[in-house]
């Protein structure tokens, strides 16, 4: 019976989905755990709330590049509307590309979501030195920068090629 | 640009100190620092103030507090943007009527701290009576005093058991031994784990009775009041209420002094200035009948200074070279002073280093725009920060900084929004193929970065060869400026030659040139000309890293140099996050457009659309442009300040009065 399934489609959209799934679930616990910390801040000291909400963002950034990521195979793909005839080895070849962001986004979220979390804390004693703390958070995201990079350019190529 | 410094110091009488310290600090542009040692041998010694400062500084926070509790029960009217409105300016006359009402104030502020403290603490008193009316709940039924003991001839025991149990089952379980006295028993309330007993014996069997029960788990309610439960429960709930009217009533006491709100606000910028006022005061070298003030000044203002000084308050003036220990001011013009908040917050540049504002600037605000890339939002942000400019004439300086340079960030994003085609992502495609089934597109002037994201990668990496060159240009500019031929070569010149060479090699690599799209290939020569100068670039940082040490350590350190050929590559891949932050935007406003049209055309597919089109791109340039500041300041501090800029100056921190509710400009 799996012979009449089309596997092309099938490996394609699970890498869209992987890439939005892995990617959200590490922005997720890392914005949840800059949010306890900025939670914590703010009970303290109310006028702090601006400064820790863009902390506590920062970690979240990672679960967009996986939508975006998912989004452009699922346009390429013609899951959204137009054809969707993918070959067994090009929906191979989505997944795979989907792997960098899904993979990279899930842990370097997390970390990222740590070094918020201390971000906060410094915050927390030294508000005007919030622009470091972005910064010690955002060195965290390049990782995931370039595995986002990686992934579009695997799936932008892939597109053009003839398998 | 750094401001020229130079060093003051004011000779005067002590009769006109005051006069001198208020000027000075009215005129907001001298810092003042520790007095020289060698004034002590000459027999100055510098004034104590702790004692005032710290009287001072309580009645400050009085205030505050104060402030504080009337906030907390009469919130002051704010408008959703009154953090743009800045300071009130007061007048003298105000002035003198504000600094005339303090002593009443201060009362009203102790008054204020006195009426939430009592409140906090009736509270409490509410908190511990209701929980002993918690206690006293299940013994309502019973009609006895508490602490009932008994009769001549009876002995009563009150209690409980700590399980659900009825009478029958408690009888029959206390005869079940042999040598129980005779006791009555009735239960007063059952709750679940817990039975409240009233037992009643023979005073003669009243230890064994009690002994009895304990064995069953007894144990005697313990209180601290006479008197039968309900008619206490009753008195508890009067406290209670009288304790609730006394709280109302204070609250109304402090809402009653709201009008004293602008005057306690003055009072406490009054302290804070005279807490500022005389903790200077503690750094002037004092002797018999004169005082010196030693400290900074811009040169600029220095003569005018000196004249007002001379002639107003007879002081004698020195001005000499600031010398190398002299504070940071920075001083920029028109579109490269707003960012000068971001070279700050980095750090002060130190001495031989110059001011990196004006030329970070011009890539600040072509990197923001490169990531942000969409018309719309680009003119969204710079309407917003043109209208609350326009409007908030009175802004704060910080403010007004920030919301500039979001301003002219707003207009290179809608520059490369336009030049990559951008609006709200796909929005006139999008609504001209939903809404009227005619599909208009708006070409970009440039190119489509998400049609050709390898044109727009290596664009990226064009930007911050440019962006990261530009950076060690200015470290040999100060290389030269200091005479250091040294680092001139070794560090900078030789790491043109060797970067520079490696990229024009690379336009021979076939493997590049496919990646880059490019189809024309330099000539062979070209090749041997950038290899040629790219070898000679690594020798000479082999050699010239450190020509001083001996020959061996003098090559080891070259090659260690060398191999920072590692940290040019990552410093260039880096700037892939303009490619990466450019597609997000874009892509996800692409999203948000999709969602919204899927519900057709008619009229509820309009007003959806309307609804997932506000919060959508709402969202997404919220979050965009905070992606976008972050990584251009992440790219200006990391990759560019890190080829020249350590910074390491000390701020230059005027004298002035630094208040938190009004300004006072006027002589006073």
Redesign the interface.
């Given at each position: 019976m799996f012979e009449s399934i089309d596997w092309g489609i099938v490996f394609a959209l699970l890498g869209a989905a992987l890439a939005s799934i892995m990617a959200g679930v590490g922005s997720a616990i890392g914005v949840g755990k800059a949010g306890e910390a900025a939670a914590g801040v703010v009970t303290e000291d109310p006028s702090k709330f601006s400064k820790v909400l863009?902390m506590q963002?920062?970690p979240?950034?990672q679960g967009?590049?996986g939508?975006?990521i998912a989004?452009?195979t699922l346009s390429q793909i013609g899951i959204?509307g137009g054809s969707a005839e993918i070959s067994f080895a090009k929906g191979l070849l989505y997944l795979a590309a989907c792997l960098p962001i899904a993979i990279v986004g899930l842990l370097s979220a997390i970390s990222q979501g740590k070094a918020a979390v201390s971000g906060i804390m410094m915050i927390a004693k030294k508000p005007d030195?919030?622009?470091?703390g972005?910064?010690f958070a955002?060195?965290v995201?390049?990782y995931a920068?370039?595995a986002?990079?990686v992934s579009?350019?695997a799936i932008?190529g892939i597109a053009g090629l003839n398998i | 640009m750094k401001v020229p410094m130079s060093r003051i110091t004011i000779y005067g009488g002590k009769k006109d100190r005051k006069a001198v310290l208020e000027f000075l600090q009215r005129q907001q542009c001298v810092d003042i620092c520790e007095p020289d040692a060698e004034n002590e041998d000459l027999g100055f010694s510098n004034m104590n103030t702790s004692d005032f400062q710290s009287e001072f500084m309580r009645e400050k926070t009085v205030g505050e507090k104060a402030l504080a509790a009337l906030d907390r029960y009469a919130p002051e009217e704010k408008g959703l943007l009154s953090s743009f409105a800045g300071r009130r300016a007061l007048s003298a006359e105000e002035y003198y009527s504000y600094v005339d009402d303090i002593p009443e104030m201060m009362n009203i502020a102790e008054r204020l701290c006195e009426a939430e403290e009592e409140i906090g603490e009736k509270r409490g008193r509410i908190v511990r009576r209701r929980s002993e009316l918690d206690e006293l709940s299940p013994w309502m039924k019973l009609d006895v005093s508490l602490s009932e003991t008994g009769t001549k001839n009876s002995s009563c025991i009150i209690g409980m058991f700590p399980e659900e149990l009825t009478e029958a089952q408690l009888t029959e379980r206390y005869y079940s031994a042999d040598a129980a006295p005779p006791v009555y028993i009735e239960i007063v309330n059952t709750l679940p784990r817990q039975t409240c007993v009233f037992a009643l014996c023979s005073r003669t069997d009243a230890a064994a009775c009690e002994g009895r029960l304990r064995e069953l788990g007894f144990s005697r309610m313990k209180t601290s009041y006479d008197g039968v439960p309900s008619e206490r429960a009753e008195q508890i709930k009067q406290e209670i209420a009288a304790l609730e009217r006394e709280i109302s009533a204070l609250e109304r006491e402090i809402i009653s002094y709201k009008g004293a709100r602008s005057s306690l606000k003055f009072m406490v910028d009054y302290y804070a200035m005279r807490t500022e006022k005389y903790g200077v005061l503690s750094k002037l070298s004092q002797r018999n009948r004169v005082f010196v003030i030693t400290g900074f000044v811009p040169s600029a203002e220095a003569a005018p200074l000196t004249a007002a000084l001379e002639h107003k308050y007879n002081a004698a003036v020195e001005i000499e070279d600031a010398g190398e220990d002299a504070p940071v001011l920075l001083k920029n013009r028109y579109l490269t002073e707003p960012v000068e908040g971001i070279v700050k917050t980095f750090a002060m540049p130190s001495r031989g280093e110059i001011d990196p504002t004006s030329i970070m600037a011009f890539f600040y605000y072509i990197l923001f725009g490169m990531m942000l890339s969409d018309a719309a939002y680009g003119l969204i942000m710079f309407l917003g920060c043109f209208i609350a400019l326009k409007k908030f004439k009175n802004m704060e300086p910080d403010m007004k900084k920030s919301l500039r340079m979001f301003m002219y960030c707003g207009i290179s994003t809608m520059f490369w929004g336009v030049m990559f085609g951008s609006y709200f992502g796909d929005i006139v495609p999008t609504v001209s193929r939903t809404f009227f089934n005619h599909e208009v597109t708006i070409p970009p002037l440039w190119f489509e970065p998400v049609k050709d994201p390898m044109k727009m990668l290596m664009f990226s990496f064009v930007i911050g060869i440019i962006h990261l060159f530009t950076g060690l240009g200015v470290k040999l500019y100060q290389c030269v400026k200091a005479k250091d031929w040294v680092a001139a070569f070794g560090d900078c010149i030789f790491w043109y030659m060797l970067i520079g060479g490696g990229i024009l090699y690379l336009f021979r690599v076939d493997m590049f040139l496919s990646m880059a799209g490019l189809s024309s290939k330099l000539p062979a020569v070209w090749g041997t000309v950038a290899a040629v100068i790219a070898g000679i670039g690594a020798l000479g940082i082999l050699l010239f890293t450190a020509p001083k040490n001996k020959m061996g350590k003098r090559l080891a350190k070259g090659a260690y140099s060398l191999y920072g050929v590692t940290s040019w590559l990552s410093d260039i891949l880096s700037y892939s996050r303009l490619l990466a932050l450019g597609l997000a935007t874009g892509v996800i406003a692409t999203v948000f457009n999709k969602m919204g049209s899927m519900f057709g055309s008619g009229i509820v597919g309009a007003v959806i659309f309307a609804v997932v089109f506000l919060i959508g791109h709402t969202l997404n340039l919220g979050i965009n442009a905070l992606g976008a500041y972050v990584h251009t300041n992440r790219l200006q501090f990391v990759e560019f300040f890190g080829k020249f800029f350590e910074g390491g100056g000390k701020e230059f921190h005027p004298f002035a009065a630094h208040t938190k509710y009004y300004k006072f400009k006027e002589e006073i």
């Open positions: 863009i963002l920062l979240g950034t967009i590049y939508l975006l989004f452009i959204l030195q919030m622009s470091k972005m910064i955002a060195m995201e390049t920068i370039l986002l990079l579009i350019l932008f | -």
